[in-house]
């Protein structure tokens, strides 16, 4: 048994070390994103610059041996920049092959073509790859190559492409990291182009600075940055009704407005996406410019009609945010009275619609860093506690619920031990309705939720308390408790070999979805509730065993003085 706890030990400890690898990874990559984004917001005009920042970058964490940066001007192909594990005769060779036509011959090429990002998990083994590529990729070692095209305007412009020693695919997260980068690299050019043209390109320029500006002190909120886009759209674009949206869980959100009209209709959302004015741009994932909506006429839309009877005729521009070629929101303008947007300007709300995409990602990087921060730092905390209460459970219960009502969202968070078959409340969180469904423990072992469906399952998850077909005991009772609201719950059993000790649980009234994160660190929690129930059974047992092998000794030490008389030992005894 000890044994076995050690290694339930040692399994914690390399999820701590996990952990704390994911965190420090993420940290790594926020901090590169970060470091770019500052570079091109102190040097818009040198994009060599910032394609040098990105490739090196990209070419560090994605693990490479080199790294370029491609330009495409609808023709031929231009090497940007190159960077890393390539001898000055290689790169030589390698300039010499510039510019060149687009083909499927290079990992580049593909990406260009396919406007999509392209890995080539084996160079050597790929038949269409160009003979002198694959000649240099052995002389270089180079195993796989990964290429993520510059899209602007669904048009593309270049590409990004990384060598490895590895053959292989690259993993998802660095790929989503490539694309970040992608963007960078499209905003640079953009920023470019932008600080050479004339005064209003120049005000352009000054605005995506400032929005660059934002996002790079505001890592971990999107928010602000949709504040000064719109800041920035109604200086520049003259316009007084406009609105960013996000995609969330099939519906249409407005995170941030601007203008009477579009604040007043902010509080009819969510919506389904078909219902908005935004929904063409979103759902075909391309800008959208209606230059004249009254001249729409059968062809508006309800909601077309809505605006124009608020606001009167207008012209109507949306970019789509656009992720891993998704949508995943929008940024709207309606100009009062119609007057077209010109092709700067469409040109201009695209790049504010590719900031909005890196504000986006640099939050959801943040939250995943904080994420494993905070559940490495629960783990360590829960483990101190196992090794500092050995013969006592309840601390480490305790603890492991604290940690849980912290990092996993419920309305409340319960622990329960199996004793004689019954199932009895160790510790519980969650006020008076906890303390409700808590008095009606102990039930039967058989009529918790935790015993329906597959008895090897390590989890149970009820979606609905009051949908269930003949429900045990413990979901009948919390129906009662709970009312027409209902619940939603997931148990995880606590299990020591075949034996069933208990179940860690957490409810949430209404009913509402588990996230797999959030499954996984339950699990989590879970084994270390094993571990502390093993370790005070094992400390009682040898403590038993070992007052049972001293009263022994004692009897038998009255024995052998004592032969004359038994009753000193009757007495002993």
């Known amino acids: 048994m000890s044994a076995r706890s050690a290694d339930d030990y040692a399994a914690l400890e390399r999820e701590l070390a996990r952990q704390t690898a994911i965190s420090n990874e993420s940290q790594a990559r926020l901090q590169a994103v970060s470091e770019v984004l500052r570079i091109i917001s102190e040097a818009p005009r040198d994009v060599h610059v910032v394609f040098d920042a990105i490739t090196e970058r990209a070419m560090t964490l994605c693990g490479g041996l080199f790294g370029t940066l491609q330009r495409f001007d609808g023709e031929q192909v231009h090497l940007e920049t190159a960077r890393g594990f390539l001898q000055p005769d290689a790169l030589q060779a390698m300039k ?87 963007d960078q ?78 604040r ?32 729409l006429g059968t062809e508006m839309t309800p909601s ?48 504010f619609a590719d900031q909005a995409v890196i504000a986006l990602e640099n939050a959801r990087l943040f939250r995943e860093t904080q994420e494993a921060l905070e559940q490495q730092t629960a783990t360590a905390e829960v483990l101190q506690v196992i090794s500092t209460s050995v013969a006592d459970a309840q601390p480490v219960f305790d603890k492991i619920l604290d940690s849980a009502e912290r990092l996993i969202d419920g309305d409340i968070h319960v622990l329960h031990q199996v004793q004689d078959g019954q199932a009895v409340v160790a510790a519980y969180r969650g006020g008076a309705l906890a303390r409700r469904l808590s008095d009606v ?38 129906c009662e408790v709970f009312g027409p609201a209902s619940a939603s719950a997931i148990t995880a059993k606590l299990r020591w070999e075949s034996e069933w000790l208990g179940s860690l649980s957490i409810i949430r009234t209404p009913p509402r979805p588990f996230s797999d994160k959030e499954r996984a660190l339950l699990r989590t929690f879970a084994d270390q509730a ?44």
């Open 441 to 478: 423990y102990p039930i039967p072992l058989e009529q918790t939720a935790g015993a329906r469906g597959d008895p090897d399952a390590a989890t149970v998850y009820i979606p609905d308390f009051c949908k269930v077909e003949n429900p045990p005991l413990s979901l009948r009772l919390g």
């Open 530 to 573: 094993v571990i502390a129930f093993r370790n005070a059974r094992l400390f009682n047992d040898t403590r038993e065993a070992l007052e049972q092998q001293t009263a022994t000794a004692e009897v038998l030490k009255v024995i052998s003085s004592s032969v004359a008389d038994a009753q000193p030992v009757f007495e002993k005894i």
């Open 185 to 262: 690299a499209v905003i640079a050019i953009h920023n470019a182009q932008l600080f050479n043209d004339t005064k209003e390109a120049l005000e352009h320029q000054t605005a995506t600075s400032e929005v660059l500006h934002v996002i790079s002190g505001s890592v971990a909120d999107a928010q602000p940055v949709f504040e000064k886009i719109l800041d920035s759209c109604a200086m520049l674009f003259e316009v007084e009704q406009m609105g960013v949206t996000l995609l969330q869980d099939g519906q249409l959100h407005i995170k941030a407005a601007r203008g009477e009209w579009m």
């Open 304 to 351: 077309n009609r809505d605006a124009i009877e608020r606001i009167g005729n207008h012209s109507f521009l949306v970019a789509p945010l656009i992720r891993d070629g998704q949508s995943v929101g929008g940024i709207g303008l309606l100009r009062v009275p119609a007057r077209p947007f010109t092709d700067n300007e469409i040109a201009l709300l695209t790049t």
């Open 96 to 182: 010499a092959h510039f510019p060149m036509p687009v083909s499927r011959g290079t990992a580049s090429g593909r990406a260009i073509l396919a406007r999509a990002p392209v890995q080539v998990p084996d160079v050597l083994a790929d038949p269409d790859f160009l003979a002198e590529a694959q000649t240099a990729a052995r002389h270089d070692g180079i195993g796989s190559v990964i290429a993520m095209p510059l899209l602007r305007a669904r048009r593309c412009i270049g590409a990004i492409s990384v060598g490895r020693r590895e053959k292989g695919l690259l993993p998802e997260n660095l790929v989503t990291l490539l694309q970040i980068f992608a």
């Open 264 to 295: 007043a209709i902010a509080q009819t959302f969510p919506r389904p996406v078909s219902e908005t004015v935004s929904g063409q741009a979103l759902l075909e994932a391309r800008v959208v410019h209606i230059p004249d909506v009254a001249a």
